[in-house]
């Protein structure tokens, strides 16, 4: 006869109790693997954000840096900043846009003598790009904007139907541009 304290355990319930306890392991590697999962995300989010360059700050905008040149407004709301050389542009022989290039600005023209530019009556404007300088970037620019850029420039500086157009470096890539874009523009 078995005594009172003694209970016999049937063999499906000491199954069901280890298998909980094997469920719980389970579930506590399923949580731990989530929450490495998450912790991983949430370090690689901030990885991406950490390698983004800032948004740019557009001159004479609040926290941007401040105009110091003149600047022309495009049709499309941006602004070109421009730098002029030589005489007058009414006396002048030869009425040049020079377009500079890569890792440079429009103090970056060609160096010109007064004397020179009296002697031939050149008048020279130089713009910096977009994006470049002082003038807003243009996040749609191709080939053909520059040109248009140029083009626009031209009319609203009254140079005139006909002008000539001076490329340095990757500059010459605009002036190729509007060979094929503004020919009816510029002289040869």
Known sequence: MAAAGDKKVVAAAARAHTRKQKQSLSSSCGMLMKILLVSLVGILAWFYQAIQPPPPKICGSPNGPPITSPR????????LAYKENGVPKEKANYKIVFIHGFDSCRHDVMPLSQDVAQGLG??????????????????KRTEKSTCLDVEELADQLDLGS??????????????????????????L
């Open 72 to 79: 022309i407004q495009l049709k499309d709301g941006r602004h």
């Open 122 to 139: 050149i008048y020279m404007v130089t713009f910096d790009r977009a994006g470049y300088g002082e003038s807003d970037p243009n996040p």
């Open 162 to 187: 006909k002008f000539y157009v001076i490329g340095f470096s990757m500059g010459g890539q605009a002036v190729w541009g509007c060979l094929k874009h503004i020919p009816h523009r510029y002289m």
